[in-house]
């Protein structure tokens, strides 16, 4: 049990013996007295999800949840629940992993155990596989939980659950607030290995999302050059991911496709992740002017989440696919804006706020705002950031 405990704060602190002294608990002969989830068998599975072995990991853990329920061990049965659903998720098993999460779930509101370990996975899974208001609802729930329990770790997870799904649902404000606390906890509390809680990239993407371009390349950079020096190289196709939606928005749309290409094919074994990369090559791809490759890209995404029943992504990527079909194209193959909506969207760009916008047009704030975003959903925007570096501001 020492030892087991030993490496699971060795793989957080990023020491490079945590893999040692794992196989030193895993080499001796273990005690009837000890708890499922506090087993080296246990932590070996965590571990290889962080690993990006989720196949492993499921084999590991299937035999302990038979153990777990065998002993009427309530909490170990939801924590191996919680991390077969969690396995299941990452490679790409959506029913597998809800009916896993639904069940830690029911156990857990059935006990006295706390509601936060369970809510992150729920939010997790159903985020992915079924209802992203269900799940903002888990994440929430287990955010309070945990701050009343004044429970560090599964705040920050609960958190980081909650950022991820604000930020899938084009709220990149609210998701900066969770994740930046994310962040400061996941400092607190000296994690230096980013493959536990991979809020990294979303984080990114999110200063991304609002313009903050130096503060992401930061963090990219240090979060790459850490991972390279702890060897995790499994993170490094997610912070590709973020890092070519940064060039994207610096306007080197080749080399950010380039970056998202190579990434979806270092993700074939994590089906949900390739998905979410072949959408951010379709956007690129479209903001580049190359609509045929954005919309294969797009299709590729959609066909990929619809056949792994992640039913969230799978309505997103029809969505972008939509928008890709159906919006008019002048000759350079980009959507042709009315006029109204093209001098709107010149004076956002030139940086005038939307009263000023107004004034000069002769018309309501609330007319410019419904103008606005019908130009960012035509250009496939989400920033007067990225507006400005699309659409030619006015000149005098």
């Given at each position: ?192 290995d980013p493959s536990v ?87 690129t791809e479209r903001r ?52 109204a909506e093209q001098r ?53």
């Amino acid at each position: 049990m020492a030892l087991t405990m030993q490496a699971r704060l060795q793989r957080v602190l990023g020491h490079p013996d945590a893999g040692t002294t794992l196989s030193r608990a895993l080499s001796l002969p273990r005690a009837a007295s000890i708890p499922v989830n506090g087993t080296p068998q246990h932590l070996a599975a965590r571990h290889a999800l962080f690993d990006d072995r989720p196949d492993e990991a499921r084999t590991a853990l299937l035999p302990l949840l038979v153990e777990a329920e065998r002993t009427g061990d309530a909490e170990a049965t939801v924590d191996v629940l919680r991390s077969l659903a969690e396995a299941e998720l990452r490679a790409g098993r959506c029913a597998r992993a809800l009916d896993h999460a639904h069940r830690a779930q029911a156990l857990t509101d059935g006990t006295a155990l706390s509601a936060a370990p369970a809510c992150y996975t729920s939010a997790l899974v159903e985020g992915a596989a079924r209802r992203t208001d269900l799940a903002l609802v888990h994440a929430r729930r287990g955010v309070d939980t945990a701050r009343q329990e004044d429970n560090k770790v599964f705040l920050s997870r609960n958190l980081f659950a909650l950022g991820h799904l604000l930020l899938a649902t084009g709220r990149p404000k609210e998701a900066l607030e969770a994740l930046e606390e994310v962040r400061d906890l996941e400092g607190l509390q000296q994690v230096r290995d980013p493959s536990v809680l991979r809020w990294h990239p979303e984080l990114a993407e999110t200063l991304i999302a609002l313009g903050r371009l130096d503060q992401a390349q930061s963090l990219l950079d240090d979060t790459r050059r850490t991972a390279t020096d702890l060897g995790r190289d499994t993170v490094l196709p997610s912070l590709e991911r973020s890092q070519a939606l940064l060039d994207a928005a610096r306007g080197h749309y080749g080399t950010a496709a380039r970056r998202l290409t190579e990434a979806a094919d270092r993700l074939r074994h994590l089906p949900l992740e390739r998905g979410r990369t072949l959408l951010a090559l379709s956007h690129t791809e479209r903001r580049g002017r190359r609509r045929a490759s954005a919309r294969a890209a797009a299709q590729s995404a959609a066909d990929l989440f619809t056949a792994h029943r992640a039913h969230p992504w799978a309505e997103t990527a029809a969505h972008t696919l939509g928008r890709l079909e159906d919006a008019p194209t002048d000759h350079n193959d980009r959507p042709r804006l009315t006029p109204a909506e093209q001098r709107c969207a010149e004076l956002a760009a030139a940086g005038v706020s939307n009263r000023d916008i107004a004034t000069t047009l002769t018309v309501s704030v609330k007319t410019v705002e419904a103008t606005l975003t019908r130009v960012y959903r035509k250009l496939g925007l989400h920033s007067r950031f990225q507006l400005a570096h699309t659409v030619t501001p006015a000149r005098e």
